[in-house]
């Protein structure tokens, strides 16, 4: 019989909006209440404080362990953990969604912060199973560095101009490479918009490769 009981929450958005400082903060509080907690992030992301910490953009951080897929996870999970954080959801296998709710099925509260859409703004990796399995769901905004509304948005960024479309889904990197975007400033070129129809002599249409 169950003497806990447990939930998932996640905590998502753009990047730059908080959700990794949101993590924190909750597992923090979780430590302060005595409460036994495990805390996890992809082995993709070693930005700032290395593969080894869970770290916010503003330089707060706590010990994590790395892991390359959703597995890993259930088998580190320890038997008397109360509390599982896992930070950089979208990196990690749709398994994580089987594990998330295995951990809050036996009583384990499982908070996961992970980017919700991919710099294309389409749902990223696991992102909209978890969101539909959540009891509880955040999520955080930036602000637009174009215009300054609310950021919804993942801007990627080659040499300072828009990526195209048919790049890699996933490329990690910070503000050089990313910024957040409104849905308004958001762009995402594909190569074939980047032609432009000019007439040629005789009446005839061709193309011609432009910005």
Known sequence: MRTRQGWIEVVSGVMFSGK??????????ALIAGR???????????RYSGQFHISSHDGRRLEAEPVSNAAQIAERVRSETQVVAIDEAQFLDDGICE????????????????????????????????????????????ICVVCGDPAT????????????????????????????RCRRCHEVPK???????????????GWEGGK
């Open 20 to 29: 990794s400082e949101e993590l924190i903060r909750r597992v923090r509080r």
């Open 36 to 46: 036994r907690t495990q805390l996890f992030k992809s082995h993709l992301d070693d």
């Open 99 to 142: 594990v998330a709710d295995a951990l809050a099925d036996a009583g384990v509260r499982v908070i996961v912060a992970g980017t919700d859409m991919d710099f294309r703004a389409e749902p990223f990796g696991p992102m909209g199973p978890l969101l539909a399995r959540a009891e509880r769901i955040d999520k955080l905004n930036a």
């Open 153 to 180: 948005r993942n801007q990627r960024l080659i040499d300072g101009d828009p990526a195209p479309a048919e790049g890699p889904t996933i490329q990690v990197g910070g503000a050089e490479s990313y910024e957040a």
């Open 191 to 205: 190569r074939d918009r980047a032609q432009v129809e000019l007439p040629l002599r005789g009446g005839g249409v």
